[in-house]
């Protein structure tokens, strides 16, 4: 079993072209949901008095969401961004925490045996915790957002070096190692501790670090993107996902990952929210997944 602890948020979304307000959200729900089409997901996190009931049908008809508490005193995670024209920088306007800020994860004892953990992007502090409360995982992955760099950069330093694998977006990783050039970036990560290091591109698509390969992979190419806010944490669903249906590690394992991790990413920017994850099948996702090896393919 998956167990993804991070943030389940309305979301309200900003672009050019229309605005969309308190949708379903948050990075442990992109990837929960991106996950669930290769394996038993389980869901860690807090909600608040305003989460919709229509938004709790979703998660249960898909995952085991036992792990989810609502905090009936306040009020769900609210973060508020706008995208350029282009939608490839988005600008955050407001991140309001509430019933995150305080919050003290004690996930149910039957997620304790639990194989696989993502620790989305939330508070490093709380996520440290967390990691107390499994048994003994095959494999733990964190990723972290500018906030928590900002705000926390030590323990998010800390966090890096109790897990096997970071997954992390461009922007955030040279925000945190100081530095531009990508490869220092994975390496300087990878001296922390974990083992093998993904670093998010956006429409460029991804880089894997990983003993001695180094496996860059374009983003599935699209005519049309409306919103890229989930795209990230698609990406790390379908990634941790994969790994987690092969039970193993390989290196071939860990591109192929990659590869479904870009698949689900690309699915998730077609539409608002969480809504084209919502309307996939699985067979969806594996014609979208044998055309992207055609098209990288060559001899």
């Known amino acids: 079993m998956l167990a993804v602890f991070g943030t389940i948020a309305l979301d309200t979304t900003r672009t050019p072209f229309a605005t969309q307000s308190k949708i379903l959200g948050g990075a442990a729900t ?18 608040g008095s305003d989460f919709p009931a229509e938004y709790r049908n979703i998660l249960d008809e898909r995952m085991d969401t036992r792990g989810i508490v609502k905090d009936e005193n306040g009020r769900c995670f609210h973060y508020d961004s706008t995208f350029d024209y282009d939608l490839s920088y988005r600008t955050t306007n407001k991140t309001e925490l509430n019933v995150i800020a305080d919050f003290r994860p004690r996930p149910p004892s039957e997620y304790a045996e639990s194989d696989f953990i993502y620790l989305a992007n939330n508070d490093p ?21 500018e906030y928590w760099i900002l705000n926390r950069r030590d323990e998010v330093t800390k966090m890096m070096k109790k897990v096997n694998g970071v997954i992390i977006n461009q922007d955030e990783v040279r925000l ?40 860059p992979a374009p983003a599935y190419p699209l005519d049309a993107v409306v919103d ?8 790390a669903g379908g990634f941790l996902g994969h790994v987690a249906q092969q ?39 594996q014609n979208r997944y044998v055309k992207y090896r055609d098209m990288v393919s060559f001899s």
């Not at 490869?183 to 460029?204: D, H, Q, R, W």
Request: proline share 2%.
């Open 228 to 235: 890229p806010t989930g795209a990230g944490d698609s990406f």
């Open 125 to 145: 502090i709380q996520n440290i915790k967390i990691l107390e409360y499994f048994s003994n995982p095959k494999l733990t992955v964190c990723d972290t957002i």
């Open 176 to 215: 945190l190692c100081k530095e531009y050039n990508l490869v220092k970036c994975a390496k300087y990560i990878m001296s922390l501790g974990p083992e093998f290091t993904v670093i998010k591109k956006g429409e460029n698509g991804a880089l894997l670090f990983f003993e001695d390969t180094i496996f």
């Open 30 to 47: 992109f990837a929960s949901l991106s996950s669930s089409f290769f394996t038993q997901t389980s869901i860690i996190g807090v909600v």
């Open 247 to 285: 039970k193993k590690k390989t290196v071939n394992v860990m591109k192929e990952a990659v590869i479904y991790g870009n698949v689900m990413g690309a699915f998730a920017v077609q539409d608002f929210g969480v809504s084209s994850l919502l309307s996939l099948s699985k067979s969806d996702i």
